[in-house]
């Protein structure tokens, strides 16, 4: 169908069809079963029976056999022949579980990110789904935040990068062709920044920092295609998102150029009256249509007041013939018009569910994301003793469980993920001793921490030449509406580590988590500590090996751990200030009395059990030749005899400028494999666009003078050198 066709359709529909294709439902409401729980609240409809049948797209049904029904039964009744939109959150996996997003942006591997994206893609076609409500993308800084675990960190260049493969991932070269989805970047805009780490809470920013580092990695979605976008829960500029006309209309669509439709997150155009902005139904319809949310979420105001107020002159009927178009925009670009079902086939779900290759690649993904933030000399655990004389101790609640998906987890059946039968698996002939392996309660239940074996632990382990301690927090505790302000271990998990690092053997703690933990209550106790996140399928398969040495850690942390909830937000880009901190036992600085600036563990930070020297570093300016400015370089050289991963990282810092810049900026980064004895060297050209930022003229503007240009292996650990570009 062309444009003209599309226009045709829309002239031939009624002002109720057209409401119906701006609304979104969960498909029980359409006679669907249910097959994912609500993700917000259900508030009153108002819904007549006769709208039901012209709702243009549900979210969260899944299911080849279920959705190609319903599409039947829709297209039955759709007087035009307009198929239904079935949309979903396919977030880290569908059948196959990838890790949580802040994992894999940890890999610092967007190709891995994007084949994670492909396959997830290729499950939710084949399950009838046309698009994805991802990449979550919303810059993260406070770990407070449940949410932070669908984000791939606290850094804007690294978002934007990640943003882009996953897009690639799920679209392709087209949405439309077999095994592909439509991609929803969210939540437009700045969702990570709630005042507190509350959910939900107020987002209030400068202009310079919306711009900077909250807007780039939405604005890389566009620019890779991306086909929808989702607004957020929280205000921008005080005005809530779904409501906000300077962010849809003037950013989005005039600024950016994007065209596809804009979603309200669930139930966002009725929570504008909750905020305050609209007074009642109509006027939060009027006032989200108006500012360009084409498409109402789990709320009924546009089906309600849409028709009185065209009729009463109070909105121009062009706003939702033109929200209208872009819906059956996107559904013609899906190649819906022609097959409705796409790619929903009950025999090629089939065929995918527990595909070799899935498989596969959901442990090469899982593999590069966990962070080794210290070790001591203990692991890999296959240096310490042959097997067979290896007495292994695993204690904790993520000792035998395989509820290690993390929140957003589609398929959440039981599997082999577990890290002690993985262990078991990897090592046969050593002896494992398991203790104190009780749930952990998620924080909403009646018994929240882990039973008490304590004493138990310390008498069944006494013997082991090692001890794993597998710790964390409860995955119902990370994701939406899962803020904490306590980011420690609980109490009875914090004391069995204490407790066995009293036995003199060394302690390894695994971390199962959705967030970066105040793991320095820990810290002492433990020899070597492994950020294991929430890994998806391949969990127990990918810790097991690199536990063993069977693999090499090589994550690099994406959200700075901090020291104490106290220092939130702590990251690794901050703003200069008139009175940096230089010694502890200076006064009038910006410092705390009782904490130290720097967090526990910094961005870009994790360790390998290789060793990497680095040598020759070298900025040479190349006088704006296609662009570029200068080009850096450095040697990098793997001196142990183990073949490893290591991440080299630019970062840069203007020196003086119009507006307060940050102490450094993540501009490039290079995942290098490097076996022992090699060296590679790896160099990065440096553009106007990566010293460029957002003036007081409202505009990104370059400036010559000076700059630092740092390579390194950390945000913490970079060799600098200044130059001048005029
Ligand atoms: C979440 C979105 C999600 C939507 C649909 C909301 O509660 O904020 O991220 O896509 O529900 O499930």
New binding site residues.
């Given amino acids: 169908m062309n444009s003209e066709k599309i226009n045709e359709l829309v002239s031939q529909m009624t002002i109720t069809e057209k409401l119906g294709q701006l609304t979104q439902l969960a498909p029980f409401f359409l006679g669907m079963d249910p097959t994912?729980d609500?993700?917000?609240p259900m508030n009153e409809m108002n819904l007549k029976p006769e709208w039901i049948k012209e709702v243009g797209s549900t979210?969260?049904g899944f299911g080849a056999r279920e959705l190609k029904a319903l599409q039947d039964r829709h297209m039955a009744n759709s007087r035009l022949g307009i198929p239904l939109l079935f949309?979903?959150?396919i977030?880290h996996g569908y059948k196959t579980g990838f890790p949580i997003p802040l994992a894999m942006g940890s890999s610092f591997e967007p190709a891995l990110y994007e084949r994670a994206c492909e396959i997830s893609a290729k499950e939710g076609a084949a399950s009838g789904i046309h698009l994805t409500?991802?990449p979550?993308t919303d810059l993260v800084r406070d770990p407070r935040w449940g949410?932070v675990m669908?984000s791939t960190g606290e850094d804007a260049y690294l978002n934007s990068v990640m943003t882009q493969a996953a897009v690639r991932g799920y679209q392709g070269q087209n949405p439309r062709d077999k095994g592909r989805l439509a991609s929803?970047v969210?939540?437009f805009a700045a969702?990570g920044a709630p005042w507190g780490g509350r959910d939900y809470n107020t987002v209030d920013q400068s202009e310079g920092m919306l711009r900077e580092y909250y807007l780039p990695a939405y604005k890389a979605a566009v620019d890779a295609g991306v086909a929808m976008v989702?607004t957020?829960?929280n205000t921008v500029k005080r005005v809530p998102a779904s409501a906000n006309k300077w962010l849809m209309r003037d950013v989005l669509r005039e600024e950016w150029g994007f065209e596809g439709p804009v979603i309200s997150?669930?139930?966002a155009v009725d929570e504008t009256i909750t905020h305050g902005i609209a007074a009642d139904s109509a006027e939060a319809a009027r006032k989200c249509l108006e500012a360009g949310t084409d498409i109402e979420?789990?709320s009924s105001h546009y089906l309600v007041n849409g028709e009185a107020l065209v009729s009463e002159g109070k909105l121009d009927i062009a706003i939702i013939d033109e929200a209208v178009r872009r819906v059956l925009e996107l559904k013609n670009a899906l190649g819906l018009f022609e097959n409705p079902y796409k790619d929903a086939d009950e025999a090629w779900e089939a065929e995918l569910l527990n595909h070799p290759e899935h498989k596969r690649a959901a442990y090469e993904i899982a593999i590069e994301c966990p962070v080794l933030l210290k070790n001591e000399g203990v692991l890999p655990l296959n240096n310490l003793k042959p097997e067979d004389k290896l007495k292994i101790g695993v204690a904790g609640p993520f000792t035998g469980t395989d509820r290690v998906m993390g929140s957003w987890a589609v398929n959440r059946e039981s599997g082999d993920r577990s890290l002690i039968q993985a262990l078991r698996n990897q090592m046969p002939q050593a002896e494992f001793i398991t203790a104190m392996t009780g749930e952990l309660g998620p924080l909403q239940a009646d018994i929240t921490d882990v039973p008490d074996e304590i004493d138990a632990a310390v008498e069944r382990l006494r013997d082991c030449d090692v001890i794993i301690a597998a710790v964390g927090e409860n995955s119902e505790d990370t994701g939406?509406s899962a803020s904490k302000t306590i980011l420690r271990l609980s109490g009875n998990q914090e004391r069995m580590i204490h407790a066995l690092h009293g036995l003199g053997k060394p302690v390894v703690a695994v971390l199962f988590c959705g967030r970066p933990m105040e793991i320095g209550p820990i810290l002492a106790d433990c020899d070597a500590v492994l950020q294991g996140w929430f890994l998806g399928d391949a969990s127990g398969a990918a810790l097991a090996d690199l536990l063993i040495g069977k693999a090499n850690p090589s994550g690099r942390l994406t959200m700075s751990i901090p020291v104490s909830v106290g220092q939130i937000p702590v990251h690794y880009n901050a703003f200069r200030t008139g009175r940096p901190y230089r010694g502890l036992h200076e006064r009038y600085v910006s410092r705390y009395l009782d904490c130290d600036n720097e967090p526990l563990f910094p961005f870009g930070y994790g360790l390998s059990y290789s060793e990497f020297a680095y040598s020759d570093f070298m900025v040479e300016k190349t006088g704006n030749s296609d662009g570029v400015l200068a080009k850096a370089r450095i040697s990098v050289t793997n001196i142990s005899n183990v073949p490893g991963k290591e991440t080299v990282q630019l970062y840069i810092h203007d020196v003086a400028a119009q507006v307060v810049r940050p102490v450094k900026e993540l501009k490039g980064f290079r995942k290098l494999e490097l076996q022992p004895g090699e060296t590679a060297v790896v160099s990065f050209e440096i553009t106007k666009e990566m010293l460029s930022y957002w003036n007081e003229e409202r505009e990104f503007c370059f400036e010559p003078g000076a700059f630092d240009i740092m390579l390194g292996r950390s945000s913490a650990d970079v060799e600098s050198t200044r130059i001048w570009i005029g």
């Fill in positions: 994912m609500l993700t917000g979210l969260n949309m979903a959150d977030v409500f991802a979550m949410r669908e929803c969210k939540h969702y989702m957020s829960f997150d669930y139930a979420m789990m939406e």
